[in-house]
Nanobody, 131 residues
Framework: EVQLVEFGGGLVQPGGSLRLSCAAS????????MSWVRQAPEKGPEWVAA????????YYSDSVKGRFTISRDNAKNTLYLQMNSLKPEDRAVYYC????????????????????????WGQGTQVTVSS
């Protein structure tokens, strides 16, 4: 069965950093574009970053560009999100996902439901940014 398991979340002060990981199994990870999506309390999902299957191209939402870096290690079936210069507004549950659209089109998913945006996603990991 398809499994996406996120870990690495936690509490961090504004300006701090966290590195999220996502362990994938049950599908051919190396053939799929991947993404990170977050959801804040009482808000819909928000696309954060996407990466093509090889890791050669990356894409970011305007809100995180320059602060977050998405990467992958296909040999380990693992997706990463390095988050630097964290802000209180970054507080959310972060999900790794296999998107339903190509990585370069994820910016067009504003307002989409999670199941419209993605084919697979995990249970998420909580990121809290607070002093």
């Amino acid at each position: 069965e398809v499994q996406l398991v996120e870990f690495g979340g936690g509490l961090v002060q504004p300006g701090g950093s966290l590195r999220l990981s996502c362990a994938a199994s049950g599908f051919t990870f190396g053939s799929r574009d991947m993404s990170w999506v977050r959801q804040a309390p009482e808000k819909g999902p928000e696309w954060v970053a996407a990466i093509d299957s090889t890791g050669g191209s990356t894409y970011y939402s305007d809100s995180v560009k320059g602060r977050f870096t998405i990467s992958r290690d296909n040999a380990k079936n693992t997706l990463y999100l390095q988050m630097n210069s964290l802000k209180p507004e970054d507080r959310a549950v972060y999900y790794c996902a296999a998107p339903a659209v190509p990585a370069n089109l994820m910016a067009s998913t504003t307002g989409w439901r999670m199941q419209e945006m993605n084919d697979y996603w995990g249970q998420g990991t909580q990121v809290t940014v607070s002093s």
